[in-house]
């Protein structure tokens, strides 16, 4: 069965400074996986998906994510953040072999971002 | 672009109340989800639907049952309310298992 972890339940960066946002997953086979955001009292938004392709994955609004199996990490990150960047960020897995197996949500991280 | 919407933004009702949460998609999905947020829970799956009146059991779906007659309109209902399922209600909605879903903009339910 598939699993997410989130390791940083809150993150705090200053403006202008890198965003990483660390996320590991268990997949028995083939995993899909995405990264999600959710702006105050808003839906979820999808900001990059990776599904076994390219290993660095380009998002939105300037966030990457490299798909890394040997450390079954897909941490998203940013070179520089801005103040509408912050948000709860949800890593998302979903195993390709198992059909339609929905996806499995990480705890989420609040990212702060301080002027 | 895809849309998916939820009938209400807010919503107080009683412990014991009848609650019917709505959600509708225009882009024709097959794939219709329903999950509840909750503070250091992330999203939990309560249940899911793979086609017009077909359903599946998530992994919370104790106290829900839903519905779905036809294939853009997806309800969620709570026999009968009560005050742990005070929560945010995130309906979503999917044109196959892997791709990415789709999100309304979520109904804060707030059972008293």
């Known amino acids: 069965a598939q699993s997410v972890t989130q390791l940083d339940s809150h993150v705090s960066v200053s403006e202008g400074t890198p965003v990483l946002l660390r996320c590991n997953y268990s997949?028995?086979?083939?995993?899909?996986l995405f990264w999600y955001v959710q702006h105050p009292n808003k839906g979820l938004q999808l900001l990059l998906k990776?599904?076994?392709?390219?290993?660095l994955v380009k998002g939105i609004n300037g966030f990457e994510a490299e798909f890394k199996k040997s450390e079954t990490s897909f941490h998203l990150t940013k070179p520089s953040a801005h103040m509408s960047d912050a948000a709860e960020y949800f890593c998302?897995?979903?195993?390709?072999?198992?059909?339609?197996?929905?996806?499995?949500f990480g705890k989420g991280t609040r990212l702060s971002v301080i002027a | 672009d895809v849309k998916v919407t939820q009938s209400s933004r807010y919503l107080v009702k009683r412990t014991g109340e009848k609650v019917f949460l709505e959600c509708v998609q225009d882009?024709?999905?097959?794939?219709m989800f329903w999950y509840r947020q909750d503070p250091g829970l992330g999203l939990r799956l309560i249940y899911f639907?793979?086609?017009?009146?077909?359903?599946e059991k998530g992994d919370i779906p104790e106290g829900y049952s839903v519905s779905r007659e036809k294939k853009e309109r997806f309800s969620l209902i709570l026999e009968s309310a009560s005050t742990n399922q005070t929560s945010m209600y995130l309906c979503?909605?999917?044109?196959?298992?892997?791709?990415?879903?789709?999100f309304g903009p979520g109904t804060r339910l707030l059972v008293l």
């Open positions: 998302v897995v979903s195993d390709q072999v198992s059909g339609n197996t929905p996806l499995v």
């Open positions: 882009m024709d999905h097959e794939n």
């Open positions: 639907s793979y086609d017009v009146k077909m359903k």
């Open positions: 997949s028995s086979y083939s995993p899909s």
């Open positions: 979503a909605s999917s044109l196959g298992a892997l791709v990415s879903q789709y």
């Open positions: 990776y599904t076994s392709a390219a290993t």
